[in-house]
């Protein structure tokens, strides 16, 4: 009995949701990381939103066990969580202009939740005052890291679309989507 459950699809898109996380041991900027290019790619390209929710979560998750777990990490995550969801939304309408939206979208999302974690957070919160002005004061502070958040999200998703349909062209079996019609 053939396995439907690995496809040429799942592989290719598992392999390199992998390899973008690996390169979060490169050294880089504070927040140009792949972390939701991964999300929107996985929730893109995979026809299970639990697998498309798996996939990158098991990955930082992997990768956070070597660079180190933290208290704000439950904003990254749903953050990603989010990001997984939006790209789910386009999967029937990958484009430049819908994969750029959604990479902004995220980006937005990330920077609203992730500073969220970090005021709420004792150790990192301490810093602001837990009132409606310290959360502003806690956001205007995070400015400066959204332009790499931003960036690093258009860069990564452009890297994996484009390499997803660039492959797609040469490998005729990574159209079939995990063997379900959408």
Same mark, same amino acid.
């Given at each position: 009995?053939?396995? $439907?459950?690995?496809t040429p699809r799942?592989?290719?898109?598992?392999?390199?949701?992998?390899?973008?996380?690996? /390169?979060?041991?490169?050294?880089?900027?504070?927040?140009?990381?792949?972390?939701?290019?991964?999300?929107?790619?996985? %929730?893109? =390209?995979?026809?299970? +939103?639990?697998?498309?929710?798996?996939? #990158?979560? @098991?990955?930082?998750?992997? /990768?956070?066990?070597?660079?180190?777990? $933290? %208290? !704000?990490?439950?904003?990254? *995550?749903?953050?990603?969580?989010?990001?997984?969801?939006l790209g789910y939304?386009?999967?029937?309408?990958?484009?430049f202009l819908t994969?750029?939206?959604?990479?902004?979208? /995220? @980006?937005?999302? +990330?920077?609203?939740?992730?500073?969220?974690?970090?005021? !709420?957070? #004792?150790? !990192? %919160?301490? @810093? *602001? #005052?837990?009132?409606?002005?310290?959360?502003?004061?806690?956001? &205007? @502070?995070?400015? #400066?890291?959204?332009?790499? =958040?931003?960036?690093?999200?258009?860069? *990564?998703? %452009?890297?994996?679309?484009?390499?997803? $349909?660039?492959?797609? &062209?040469?490998?005729?079996?990574?159209?079939?989507?995990?063997?379900?019609?959408?």
């Amino acid at each position: 009995m053939k396995n $439907h459950l690995i496809t040429p699809r799942l592989i290719f898109v598992a392999s390199a949701i992998l390899l973008a996380a690996a /390169s979060r041991f490169i050294p880089h900027a504070p927040n140009f990381t792949p972390v939701l290019a991964m999300g929107l790619f996985a %929730g893109a =390209t995979l026809s299970s +939103f639990w697998l498309a929710l798996l996939i #990158p979560c @098991a990955a930082m998750l992997l /990768s956070d066990a070597f660079i180190g777990f $933290h %208290g !704000t990490m439950w904003g990254v *995550y749903l953050a990603t969580a989010i990001a997984v969801l939006l790209g789910y939304m386009i999967r029937n309408a990958q484009n430049f202009l819908t994969v750029t939206g959604m990479s902004f979208a /995220s @980006a937005v999302l +990330f920077f609203l939740l992730s500073n969220l974690a970090v005021w !709420t957070n #004792p150790a !990192t %919160g301490a @810093a *602001y #005052p837990q009132d409606l002005p310290g959360l502003l004061l806690c956001y &205007e @502070a995070a400015l #400066p890291f959204f332009r790499n =958040t931003l960036f690093s999200n258009l860069l *990564y998703a %452009g890297a994996l679309f484009g390499a997803f $349909h660039l492959v797609r &062209e040469m490998v005729p079996s990574l159209i079939r989507v995990d063997n379900k019609k959408r």
